[in-house]
């Protein structure tokens, strides 16, 4: 992976001094909140609705034993002992104090980590496939990209006050794991007939109030062109995105107005005046960066085999093992999602156990999925059991990755100052009344995705069913969506109809998962189904 | 009756104007209907309090309760993490937020 | 006279020549006339339209009404890629933790509504021991130092 050489570590300590710098006027009183806002946002740290939260980026989701350590120590020194792994592949702490938010950015810099840019109208922490690197689809890997584009949009001179916020994400196989076309970019690393690397660039979608899924807009980007194609696509978005309205500031709406057409004709225009400003990196740079994510040393002529004769460990491998790259080896995945609990949360005990088996199974290697779980992502398959056993032992090993059980769930009213209802709840409520009626395994992949308001971070626009929590006169109200997804058969859920009360909407869901197990056919999926017979037989079976 | 809230600007605790100080306990609040601007105003400026504002409450068995769910979430901690809240010890405490 | 002081004294600059007091005219007056050398570009104005009126220009000021509205920095950087030499000048609502990265996008002058406190400004323009994207000032990028001697694309 990825390691800081001293021009990097530099930026990294500079921003850690620049924190404190602006953290010490803050409380001499020599910046106002409004001013000191954007300043600490950039920087991770929110005022939420019990504390300060702090959003620590975990770039491209990669981290090795020694960053996991070190955030289950700043969980146990500066929190409460826990942290939440986020939608976009980072790590969050609720409760911060603003005082000690200077020695944990200084933590995290000795194990080159920071929380720049992970929130603020800038672009934010770059995200891509967790499985990257191991993924058995892959046209490369994707990581590299990520990390050239994280160096050119770190304290980008330019953008760091666009009209809003600015996600990107980087896959690089046909299988799309990192919700790209829901992204402010998303960009896919693709060959060409004449074999020749590129990005195809997609720009305009996310979620939010007004989902929209991005518009390919330049299908192939040659590489050593990509940096200044983004810089061209944000010149236009930052000079005309909209400033008037912050509900209608994405770039999203610019595209969508615009018409993707005329904002690619404006960004076309734009690449090709910066073609000749020196804004993009010497090859050489890009192939300095791939040196760091070369294969681990894959050991050759492993066994396939494996002793399934414990039924537990064998639905687990089948639940939560993807196949890998190198024969003998899988990419195994960590519920964070055991049945009843919080969506993400983790304890410092486990993150320090998770660090711990990344170094003894994985090559020293985690991966945070967008869907709040953790990949090793290079197991041996001898070493399964033995890793199984250790998960197993620490409520680590739930066998749920993509069930009905593991739900994405956005922190919502228990946490957020902008939510309005709970989401978490919700959540245990749903695995818990799964469990309970052994529907789980029937059901198969279903990605239930709850979000506690309209922003949408649960991503309840891309759930096969997804949940938003609203507010009705004080009380809270969930409405049911059907039919979303992030991947490469993208598609924003629909409302249902009217919305529920929380016993109520746990009842809506198993209603919807009962209409799909009585109308599939062989081998669809409940997304399938949906697709093929509609709203219709959903609507009657829920409000009928 | 009004109550007049906001954060500790160095801890980020959540905290409720008293009278003539900030309680973190949202039961020390008393009523500011017509004067939370000044106060406001004054503490901000002082630092004694970060991003104040008031909200709407009643009396509830003689103790003030905010009117809103987000207001009393955030008077008593995260309903899922009952160990976090100010009162993690008080069974009852489920039916005083929701 | 005192007009004139309170218009002022805020005003820093990083250039070596004459202030220049010309008036600054609104874009649309600038383009409409042949004499005016200060123009004032607004966040919705179009930076583009001055590129054929460089040579005239002595003193382009780009004003920022919030903080928060980041047009500003493009405008800046448009007007200094089309080979605008004169002062390019911040006025309104400049923060002094914002001062290095308008620097980088060609400002090299600034008249903040509130006047910035100058041990700030210094310690806020030496921040950057590196950078690393190239832009309109003369910093080398850290890919740059990377790949000393490395032709680039």
Not at chain 1, 112 to 124: K, L
Not at chain 1, 503 to 514: M, R, S
Request: charged share 25%; aromatic share 8%; net charge negative.
């Amino acid at each position: 992976m990825y390691r800081y050489d001293q021009y990097d570590q530099a930026m990294v300590d500079a921003r850690v001094e620049e924190f404190r710098d602006q953290t010490r006027r803050r409380l001499e009183g020599r910046l106002t909140e409004d001013q000191f806002k954007p300043l600490r946002l950039m920087n991770g740290l929110y005022l939420q609705l019990h504390a300060y939260m702090l959003r620590v980026a975990i770039p491209y989701g990669t981290l090795d034993s020694r960053q996991m350590h070190m955030l289950a120590d700043i969980a146990d020194k500066y929190d409460r002992g826990y942290g939440h792994f986020t939608t976009r592949q980072n790590i969050q702490y609720n409760w911060i104090k603003l005082e000690d938010a200077g020695d944990i950015l200084a933590d995290l810099a000795s194990v080159e980590m920071h929380a720049i840019q992970t929130s603020g109208n800038c672009i934010r922490n770059i995200s891509s496939d967790h499985f990257a690197g191991a993924a058995a689809d892959e046209v490369v890997d994707p990581r590299p990209y990520a990390e050239l584009l994280r160096q050119w949009s770190s304290f980008h001179p330019e953008f760091s006050y666009l009209p809003r916020k600015f996600k990107i994400a980087v896959i690089a196989s046909d299988t799309d794991r990192a919700a790209m076309r829901l992204h402010d970019i998303g960009i896919q690393i693709v060959r060409n007939e004449a074999d020749e690397l590129g990005a195809a660039f997609y720009v305009g979608g996310g979620m939010g109030r007004t989902p929209m899924i991005a518009p390919c807009i330049n299908a192939f980007v040659p590489l050593d062109r990509m940096v200044t194609y983004a810089e061209a696509a944000l010149r236009v978005y930052n000079r005309h995105g909209r400033r008037d309205n912050k509900y209608k500031a994405r770039i999203k709406i610019l595209v969508h107005e615009l018409g993707a057409e005329e904002y690619t004709r404006q960004v076309e225009e734009e690449f090709a005046h910066l073609l000749g400003q020196g804004v993009e990196p010497p090859f050489a740079e890009l192939e300095r960066i791939r040196g760091y994510f070369e294969d681990p040393l894959f050991e050759d002529g492993l066994s396939a085999e494996l002793d399934r004769s414990d039924p537990d460990f064998a639905l687990w491998v089948d639940r939560n093992t993807i196949a890998h790259k190198a024969p003998g080896y899988v990419s195994a995945v960590i519920s964070l999602k055991p049945v009843g609990g919080i969506p993400g949360d983790a304890t410092a005990e486990q993150m320090h156990l998770m660090a711990d088996l990344a170094r003894d199974y994985s090559f020293d290697e985690l991966r945070v999925m967008h869907t709040q779980n953790i990949v090793l992502p290079h197991v041996r398959k001898a070493d399964l059991h033995a890793l199984w056993t250790a998960l197993e032992a620490a409520g680590l090993g739930s066998p749920n990755l993509d069930t009905i059980e593991d739900i994405i769930a956005c922190p919502g009213l228990d946490y957020c100052s902008l939510a309005n209802a709970r989401s978490i709840p919700v959540a245990q409520k749903i695995s818990e009344r799964f469990a309970a009626n052994g529907k789980t395994e029937a059901l198969g992949q279903l990605k239930l995705k709850i979000s506690g308001c309209i922003n949408a971070c649960g991503h309840h626009h891309a759930g096969h069913i997804g949940i938003l929590g609203v507010d009705k006169k004080g009380v809270e109200n969930y409405q049911l969506l059907l039919g979303g997804s992030e991947a490469e058969d993208v598609s924003l859920a629909k409302i249902t109809g009217p919305g529920f009360d929380e016993a109520g909407i746990v009842d809506a869901v198993e209603t919807a998962a009962d209409v799909y197990l009585r109308e599939r056919q062989d081998g669809e999926r409940f997304l399938d189904t949906y697709r093929r017979i509609g709203m219709t037989p959903f609507k009657e079976a829920l409000y009928g | 009756m009004r109550l007049l809230t906001g954060n500790d600007l160095r801890t980020g605790a959540v905290t409720w104007w008293t009278g003539n100080d900030w309680s973190l306990h949202v039961e020390d609040a008393v009523d500011v209907t017509g004067t939370e601007d000044e106060i406001a105003r004054r503490e901000e400026a002082a630092r004694r309090v970060n991003a104040p504002y008031a909200i709407d409450a009643s009396l509830h068995q003689g103790r003030p309760r905010p009117s809103h769910i987000k207001d009393r979430v955030r008077a008593l901690g995260p309903t899922v993490r009952p160990d976090l809240t100010l009162k993690p010890a008080d069974p009852d405490i489920g039916s005083w937020v929701i | 006279m005192a007009d004139f002081v309170s218009d002022t004294d805020t005003l820093i600059r990083f250039r070596d020549d004459e202030q220049v007091d010309d008036a600054a005219v609104t874009v649309d007056s600038f383009l409409d006339q042949q004499d005016a050398s200060a123009v004032r570009v607004e966040p919705g104005d179009d930076a583009r339209a001055l590129i054929p009126h460089l040579g005239r220009l002595s003193l382009v000021e780009v004003n920022f009404p919030a903080f928060g509205d980041g047009r500003g920095y493009s405008s800046a950087r448009i007007l200094r890629e089309a080979g605008y030499e004169g002062e390019l000048r911040a006025v309104g609502d400049v923060l002094v933790d914002q001062v290095a990265y308008m620097r980088r996008c060609g400002f090299d002058a600034f008249e903040p509504d509130a006047a910035l406190d100058e041990g700030d400004l210094e310690t806020a323009l030496n921040r950057w021991p590196e950078v690393y994207q190239p832009a309109a000032d003369a910093r080398q990028p850290i890919w740059a130092k990377r790949h000393e001697g490395v032709r680039h694309a």
